[in-house]
């Protein structure tokens, strides 16, 4: 494959998805003044306009998903689940789960998200498309199967994750990046040998003791379950690091026959919600990496969903960055890098670099680099 073949997923009604008023994350109430909550969808409007506006967007096949209908949720949702999403969406406000809040049109828009990356994702393995980018709301990797949680109503790289199994994959890798520890990712396979989680998060930031390095899967999924909870103030070349040494070489063990990416951008070193310092090249550089490492292991079989991103001013590179990449192109002009490129920080640090150090010595997959890989591994297709 040498010119990449990607696709665009989104729709109209997933901007049209809003948690209602607050301040922040949370909801108006006892000294809570009236804002608007994060992840209200102008801000990714203006983001997919930005892709469109800087000509990336012509690189790519816009595609209009359809949603998920109840079989697909069910891969990973209870339908208790499902009613009380559907229930409080009809009401027109109120809260799905816990800090999940809802409008009118949030049932459906979530239906679209994971219809996104189900559809996305059983095109790429049908060959339609190399690789794919669901620009999708509400974001979903901290949905549990019987519970809405922090404004994720559905688990939409989950539910792709068991539809391209559905569709006849065995192993699945699924990197997400997003600043927070996706609880709900983790659970849903935490005793499945068969899916790979890595999750590269700001130790400690939400959900409060989820996402540790001493979780990592149990049963039959024993060492597929793989956290780096990277401290506060990492920035590019810790993430760069964890990448190369960590995700890249866990991969080749794996074997997976699809790359799933939950790609949220809060990250990003303007975000209000976390407290890392990527940049637009350090979002262009994993997302290259993560490209070539399909291409290597997947047949180039890879699938992109944004999750999180609050920051209003940079949200909007860092997805233009992000689809740069997956369409081969160079990392675009960054009005904003020369206030994060330079800071020190910057530099893989002493105690970040002791976080892979761990990974390296103890995890299953990365000790057992110099034997052959694990049995039934490089099958995954
Ligand atoms: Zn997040």
Do not use: K
Request: net charge negative; charged share 15%.
């Amino acid at each position: 494959m040498s010119t990449p073949d990607p696709a665009w997923y989104s729709h109209e009604l997933c901007f049209w998805h809003d948690p209602g008023p607050g301040s922040g994350y949370v909801p108006v109430g006892p000294g809570i003044e009236p804002l608007r909550q994060f992840a209200v969808d102008p801000d990714l409007r203006r983001a997919e306009g930005l892709v469109r506006a800087s000509g990336v967007m012509d690189r790519f096949t816009a595609v209009t998903p359809t949603p998920a209908s109840d079989e697909d949720l069910r891969l990973v949702h209870t339908p208790e689940h499902i009613e009380r999403v559907e229930a409080a969406s009809a009401i027109g406000a109120g809260d799905a789960g816990v800090y999940a809040h809802v409008n009118y049109h949030s049932a459906q828009a979530a239906r679209l998200a994971a219809g996104a990356c189900v559809q996305a994702t059983t095109d790429v393995l049908d060959g339609r498309f190399h690789r794919a980018y669901c620009l999708v709301r509400p974001p979903g990797h901290h949905a549990e199967p019987d519970r809405a949680m922090a404004l994720c109503l559905y688990n939409n790289v989950a539910i792709a994750a068991r539809a391209a199994q559905r569709h006849g994959v065995r192993r699945v890798l699924i990197l997400d990046w997003d600043v927070h520890h996706g609880n709900g990712i983790q659970r849903v396979f935490y005793e499945d040998p068969d899916v790979l989680y890595i999750s590269i998060h700001q130790d400690g930031l939400f959900p409060a003791a989820s996402g540790l390095v001493m979780e990592t899967g149990a049963g039959a999924g024993a060492g597929s379950t793989l956290n780096v909870p990277l401290p506060a103030g990492s920035g590019h070349e810790a993430y760069l690091a964890v990448v190369s040494r960590v995700v890249e070489p866990a991969a080749r063990a794996f074997g997976p026959g699809l790359i799933l990416v939950a790609a949220g951008v809060d990250a990003g070193g303007h975000d209000p919600m976390g407290r890392m310092m990527c940049t637009s090249r350090t979002l262009h550089a994993m997302t290259s990496m993560m490209c070539r490492l399909a291409g290597e292991l997947t047949g180039g079989r890879i699938v992109f969903a944004h999750e999180g991103g609050y920051s209003a001013w940079y949200q909007p590179t860092l997805v233009l960055s992000t689809a740069s990449a997956i369409a081969g192109l160079p990392a675009p002009y960054d009005p904003f890098l020369h206030s994060l490129e330079h800071l020190p920080g910057q530099r893989l640090q002493r105690h970040q670099n002791r976080v892979i150090e761990h990974l390296e010595a103890h995890h299953p997959l990365l000790t057992e680099q110099s034997a052959p890989v694990r049995p039934g591994a490089r099958s995954g297709r």
